[in-house]
């Protein structure tokens, strides 16, 4: 069975940093590209970063490039998300997906909430 | 960036009405459509990908058509736990972009 666990969220202050992580299951981590997508509160979904199978090819969104740092750890069957200078509006529940081109896999999601 | 767009924003329907959701991308993007379903307070679930083909277990009430800008997805016989927002999301090249999402009540 196919099961992406996330974890990681939590409060934080405006300007703090967080990391998420995502623990993968039920598949060959490595064969599968992956995407972090978001959802604030009562919006829209809103894809944040991609990353290939081998960690060779990575993209995000503008709103996030400079800031947000996605990596994996095959050997782990881990994907993650570094998030450094958060504002008020990168709260959101946070979902790591796996992408066969389209997401045919997405996890529970972990809400970050930034705040003072 | 290739935005999308969907339209409507909101409908209401009955039970056993047929509804149709559009997607509109600003530049081709041949097939490369996908449709999912999020029920409030639940995870996005794929129903529909390269455009027109049925995810396995999604209900065959649930169609998908279209190429290049225009995209559809079809919901013929309503039932009560189709309540839910529908996404589109192009996924040819980066920015994935999803459209804004259409709000279906009953």
């Known amino acids: 069975e196919v099961q992406l666990v996330e974890s990681g969220g939590g409060l934080v202050q405006p300007g703090g940093s967080l990391r998420l992580s995502c623990k993968a299951s039920?598949?060959?981590?490595?064969?599968?590209?992956m995407k972090w997508v978001r959802q604030a509160p009562g919006e829209g979904l809103k894809w944040l970063s991609f990353i290939s199978g081998r960690g060779s090819t990575i993209n995000y969104a503008d709103s996030v490039r400079g800031r947000f740092t996605i990596s994996r750890d095959n050997a782990k069957n881990s994907l993650y998300l570094q998030m450094n200078s958060l504002r008020a509006d990168d709260t959101a529940v946070y979902y790591c997906?796996?992408?066969?081109?389209?997401?045919?896999?997405w996890g529970q999601g972990t809400l970050v909430t930034v705040s003072s | 960036d290739i935005q999308m767009t969907q339209s409507p924003s909101s409908l209401s329907a009955s039970v056993g009405d047929r509804v149709t959701i559009t997607c509109r991308a600003s530049q081709a993007i041949s097939n490369y459509l996908a449709w999912y379903q999020q029920i409030p307070g639940k995870v996005p679930k794929l129903l529909i990908y390269?455009?027109?083909t049925l995810q396995s277990g999604v209900p065959s009430r649930f169609s998908g058509s279209g190429s290049g800008t225009d995209f559809t997805l079809t919901i013929t016989s309503l039932q009560p736990e189709d309540v839910a927002t529908y996404y589109c999301?192009?996924?040819?090249?980066?920015?994935?972009?999803f459209g804004q999402g259409t709000k279906l009540e009953i």
């Open positions: 999301q192009k996924y040819n090249s980066a920015p994935y972009s």
């Open positions: 390269a455009a027109s």
């Open positions: 997906a796996r992408a066969n081109g389209r997401i045919d896999f």
């Open positions: 039920g598949f060959t981590f490595s064969s599968y590209n």
